[in-house]
């Protein structure tokens, strides 16, 4: 017992004496690292990314309010429910293995290794691969956002009648072999797309494009809802879906200026163009149904507004103003006249994702090879026939492969889960089947 003390006591005082020198090295070796990462990393591009990152996230809950409101009253909560849960699925994935496949080091030009699961070498220093200013975990944070938003996308296309437990396994597996390659191919180091000279700002591709044709892949597989064509189906709420389409232009600012990934004139540029197109496809979206239908609606405005925000996305870091008003009133017109075709067609594209979406993106991407200039971008391109041709491989490879893989993930999840729920189930709404609440009481 005497050793035991006296050992103690001599370790306490050699604490007491060396620790203040370990305490000064610590010290040092700590101030050189956060010396070097200040000399590495702007704070100017940091503050405005980690403020466009936020941005990004809350479109998410912007896209199920602007759904929610155009469900009937006995789905807004699943409706919401399906948009918010994709935060939690998308964040897990990026972390664990998203990121690396989308943005890590290349294999074979069509998906990233495995080298950065679970953000293993993803630390505060920049990677110069994507950004010599930016930590590489903002820039991390900054792509996670887009993968949580473009899977919530397509949740208005089968809006109504998707089992749960199916929907979850759907967002999953869809963001692993569907989102991270098309992300690789078009921004990680490496991709096909990115190599071949494809412009694809913010997500016309990997975004718009990529959802809209899963979307369409999952309404033929579900089919149209019950009632389709025979009985009214409106909007419940249109307050909440035009709180939602704000949320959306606001949070698209975050969206397309911060693609620029630092606090520049090229943001500003994107910034600029963004909120020009969304204007300009709100009237033209408004005029062409009031010449259509005989009146203008909320409705059709804030649709208009999406479009334009979708049809612009592609391009917003490589055109003029003047263009961007071109591209937003074709936006318009166009988002317009292909969310009509779905009554002549007879699909159940519950609300216009692929009208919206899909067609909006197509058309954006395909602009951005006709208007891109160097003069905006030195690091893009100038329009022409070389590039528009580019574009439309981009384009048409996009829509393959998003529209094939869908295809069979929504198939082989409905052979062994089922994905549509029971008739019985649809009649009394998904909030009480799927979620045993109601969103209103009166």
């Known amino acids: 017992m005497r050793k035991l003390l006296i050992g103690m006591f001599l370790f306490l005082i050699s604490f007491c004496v060396f620790s203040p020198v370990y305490a000064q090295e610590i010290e040092q070796v700590?101030?050189?690292v956060?010396?070097?990462?200040?000399?590495?990393?702007?704070?100017?591009?940091?503050?405005?990314?980690?403020?466009?990152?936020?941005?990004?996230?809350?479109m998410t809950p912007g896209v199920a309010l602007f759904y929610g409101g155009m469900v009937?009253?006995?789905?807004?909560?699943?409706?919401?429910?399906?948009?918010?849960?994709?935060?939690?699925?998308?964040?897990?994935?990026?972390?664990?293995?998203?990121?690396?496949?989308?943005?890590?080091?290349d294999?074979?030009?069509?998906?990233?290794?495995?080298k950065w699961a679970f953000l293993d070498g993803v630390g505060l220093e920049p990677d110069p691969t994507y950004s010599s200013t930016l930590p590489h975990q903002l820039y991390m944070a900054f792509q996670m956002m887009f993968a949580v938003?473009?899977?919530?996308?397509?949740?208005?296309?089968?809006?109504?009648?998707?089992?749960?437990?199916?929907?979850?396994?759907?967002?999953a597996v869809w963001i692993t072999i569907v989102y991270c390659p098309i992300a690789h191919w078009v921004w990680g180091q490496g991709g096909w797309i990115g190599n071949l000279g494809g412009l694809d700002f913010a997500g016309g591709l990997v975004v718009h494009i990529a959802s809209g044709t899963s979307a369409f892949a999952a309404i033929l597989v579900l089919g149209t809802r019950s009632g389709?064509?025979?009985?009214?189906?409106?909007?419940?709420?249109?307050?909440?879906?035009?709180?939602?389409?704000?949320?959306?232009?606001?949070?698209?600012?975050?969206?397309?200026?911060?693609?620029a990934l630092e606090a520049s004139g090229l943001a500003v540029s994107a910034f600029v163009v963004t909120h020009i197109a969304a204007g300009a496809a709100l009237l033209s979206w408004m005029i062409a149904e009031w010449l259509y239908r005989g009146k203008p609606t909320v409705l059709g405005a804030v649709s208009g507004a999406v479009a334009g925000l979708v049809a612009i996305t592609p391009a917003a870091g490589f055109v003029t103003p003047i263009s961007a008003l071109i591209i937003g009133f074709a936006g318009g017109i166009v988002c317009f006249l292909a969310v009509n075709l779905k009554e002549r067609f007879g699909y159940d594209d519950s609300l216009d994702v692929i009208g919206v979406h899909g067609v909006g993106g197509i058309l954006g991407a395909l602009l951005t090879g006709i208007?891109?200039?160097?003069?905006?971008?030195?690091?893009?391109?100038?329009?022409?026939?070389?590039?528009?041709?580019?574009?439309?491989?981009?384009?048409?490879?996009t829509i393959a492969y998003s529209f094939i893989v869908s295809f069979i993930i929504l198939k082989v999840i409905d052979k062994f889960v089922g994905i549509r729920v029971e008739h019985k189930e649809e009649l009394q709404g998904l909030d009480l089947s799927q979620h045993g609440e109601s969103g209103y009481r009166f």
């Open 30 to 32: 700590t101030e050189e």
């Open 149 to 171: 938003l473009t899977p919530a996308l397509i949740t208005g296309a089968f809006a109504e009648r998707f089992k749960f437990k199916a929907f979850i396994i759907f967002i």
């Open 228 to 259: 389709y064509k025979k009985e009214a189906m409106p909007p419940h709420n249109l307050p909440i879906t035009f709180i939602g389409a704000t949320i959306l232009w606001i949070g698209w600012f975050g969206f397309n200026a911060g693609s």
């Open 371 to 397: 208007f891109a200039t160097t003069l905006v971008n030195p690091a893009g391109a100038d329009g022409g026939v070389e590039l528009l041709k580019i574009q439309t491989i981009s384009v048409v490879s």
């Open 34 to 58: 956060v010396v070097q990462e200040v000399n590495n990393v702007s704070g100017a591009d940091t503050a405005f990314i980690i403020i466009c990152a936020a941005l990004v996230m809350v």
């Open 107 to 114: 294999i074979g030009h069509v998906i990233g290794s495995l």
């Open 72 to 105: 009937r009253r006995k789905n807004v909560l699943g409706m919401l429910m399906q948009s918010f849960v994709v935060l939690g699925i998308a964040t897990v994935i990026w972390l664990l293995y998203g990121y690396s496949l989308a943005f890590g080091p």
